[in-house]
Nanobody
């Protein structure tokens, strides 16, 4: 059974940094075609933040490019999102998503709040 568990969310001030983690169980990291971070503001649909695609590299939403970095540790089956220079508009629940063998899996999310 696949399980994704995010952690690392917190309340920070504008300009601060956070590192989010997404611990994956029940997946074979080497077979995951792509691993994404999304975020969901209250009352809105999730929006794409960053992607780590196997053999294709990384992709970012324009709003976070240059501030956020996505990476993975295959030995620990963990996906990361390093977030720097945080802004109030980055406030949201951050969710990780993984695609493997035609199936899509989501975590429950971790809350990031950036105060002005």
């Amino acid at each position: 059974q696949v399980q994704l568990v995010e952690s690392g969310g917190d309340l920070v001030q504008t300009g601060g940094s956070l590192r989010l983690s997404c611990a994956a169980s029940g997946v074979i990291f080497s077979s995951v075609s792509q691993m994404d971070w999304y975020r969901q503001a209250p009352g809105k649909q999730p929006t794409f933040v960053a992607r780590l695609a196997r053999n294709l590299g990384t992709y970012y939403a324009n709003s976070v490019k240059g501030r956020f970095t996505v990476s993975a540790d295959a030995a620990n089956n963990t996906l990361y999102l390093q977030m720097n220079s945080l802004l109030p508009e980055d406030t949201a629940v951050y969710l990780c998503k993984m695609d493997q063998a035609g199936h899509t899996y989501w975590g429950q999310g971790t809350q990031v709040t950036v105060s002005s």
